[in-house]
C-alpha cells in the first residue's frame, strides 16, 4: 500500500489469484498501489491471474506507483480467463511508470521448462525496452511514446501484436527467433533488424 517500500518482489513458488465472471471484477496476482516503492519485480515461478469468464478481468502484475523499473522473468506469468479477443488479460502493466522500463525474460538451463508470457505488456511514455531471450510471449505490447525496443533472441518466440508510439523504435530478432505477430510502428523513424536465422513471419503496419 501506500507508503511502502521494498526493493525487490521475489516469486520462486506461485502467487495464484481467481476471480469472478461479473462486469467490473478484476482478479489480481500482484499490484503495486500508488505511494509505494518497488524497483525490481523477479519471477523464476508462476504468477497467474485468472478471470471467471468472459466479462472479467485478469491482471497477473500491476504496478500503479510508477516505480517499477524492471521485470524478470525464468518462470510463467499469465492472465487468462477473460473474453480472447478484449484487452482484459494483462500480465504486465507498466503503464504508470513514464521514466522508462525494462521487462526482460531470461534464458533458463538446458532441461528447464521454457518461460512463458501469457496475455498484455503494457509500457508508459518512457524509452522502454521488452528482451525476450528464451520461451514465449503470447499476447500484445503495448509501447508509448519513448523510443522502445522489442528484442528477440534464442529460439524465443513472439505471437501477438506489438504497438509501438510515435518515437524512433526498434525490433530486433536474433538467433533462431520467430515473430509471427502484428507489428505496428506507429509512424515514427523505425528499424526492423533480422540476424541469424531468425524469422520475420508476420505483418507490418506503419
Same mark, same amino acid.
Given at each position: 500500500?501506500?507508503?511502502?517500500?521494498?526493493?525487490?518482489?521475489?516469486?520462486?513458488?506461485?502467487?495464484?489469484?481467481?476471480?469472478?465472471?461479473?462486469?467490473?471484477?478484476?482478479?489480481?496476482?500482484?499490484?503495486?498501489?500508488?505511494?509505494?516503492?518497488?524497483?525490481?519485480?523477479?519471477?523464476?515461478?508462476?504468477?497467474?491471474?485468472?478471470?471467471?469468464?468472459?466479462?472479467?478481468?485478469?491482471?497477473?502484475?500491476?504496478?500503479?506507483?510508477?516505480?517499477?523499473?524492471?521485470?524478470?522473468?525464468?518462470?510463467?506469468?499469465?492472465?487468462?480467463?477473460?473474453?480472447?479477443?478484449?484487452?482484459?488479460?494483462?500480465?504486465?502493466?507498466?503503464?504508470?511508470?513514464?521514466?522508462?522500463?525494462?521487462?526482460?525474460?531470461?534464458?533458463?538451463?538446458?532441461?528447464?521448462?521454457?518461460?512463458?508470457?501469457?496475455?498484455?505488456?503494457?509500457?508508459?511514455?518512457?524509452?522502454?525496452?521488452?528482451?525476450?531471450?528464451?520461451?514465449?510471449?503470447?499476447?500484445?505490447?503495448?509501447?508509448?511514446?519513448?523510443?522502445?525496443?522489442?528484442?528477440?533472441?534464442?529460439?524465443?518466440?513472439?505471437? $501477438?501484436? =506489438?504497438? *509501438? &508510439?510515435?518515437?524512433? +523504435? #526498434? @525490433?530486433?530478432?536474433? /538467433? %533462431?527467433?520467430? !515473430?509471427? $505477430?502484428? =507489428?505496428? *510502428? &506507429?509512424?515514427?523513424? +523505425? #528499424? @526492423?533488424?533480422?540476424? /541469424? %536465422?531468425?524469422? !520475420?513471419? $508476420?505483418?507490418?503496419?506503419?
Amino acid at each position: 500500500g501506500s507508503g511502502t517500500a521494498t526493493p525487490e518482489i521475489r516469486v520462486a513458488g506461485k502467487v495464484e489469484a481467481a476471480g469472478g465472471n461479473a462486469v467490473g471484477a478484476i482478479t489480481t496476482a500482484i499490484l503495486v498501489d500508488t505511494g509505494a516503492n518497488l524497483p525490481l519485480i523477479r519471477n523464476s515461478g508462476a504468477i497467474t491471474a485468472k478471470a471467471g469468464g468472459d466479462n472479467g478481468t485478469a491482471r497477473a502484475i500491476v504496478d500503479l506507483s510508477g516505480t517499477v523499473t524492471t521485470v524478470e522473468n525464468s518462470g510463467t506469468i499469465s492472465a487468462t480467463g477473460a473474453l480472447a479477443t478484449s484487452d482484459r488479460n494483462v500480465a504486465i502493466d507498466l503503464s504508470a511508470n513514464n521514466a522508462g522500463t525494462t521487462v526482460k525474460q531470461t534464458a533458463v538451463a538446458a532441461g528447464l521448462a521454457a518461460p512463458s508470457i501469457v496475455g498484455d505488456v503494457r509500457f508508459g511514455g518512457g524509452n522502454d525496452v521488452f528482451d525476450i531471450a528464451d520461451g514465449s510471449v503470447k499476447g500484445n505490447s503495448y509501447f508509448g511514446a519513448g523510443n522502445n525496443r522489442l528484442s528477440l533472441s534464442g529460439d524465443a518466440t513472439y505471437a $501477438g501484436l =506489438a504497438k *509501438f &508510439g510515435a518515437g524512433s +523504435d #526498434t @525490433l530486433a530478432l536474433g /538467433g %533462431t527467433s520467430l !515473430f509471427s $505477430g502484428t =507489428a505496428d *510502428f &506507429g509512424g515514427g523513424a +523505425d #528499424t @526492423l533488424t533480422i540476424a /541469424g %536465422t531468425a524469422r !520475420f513471419a $508476420g505483418k507490418l503496419l506503419n
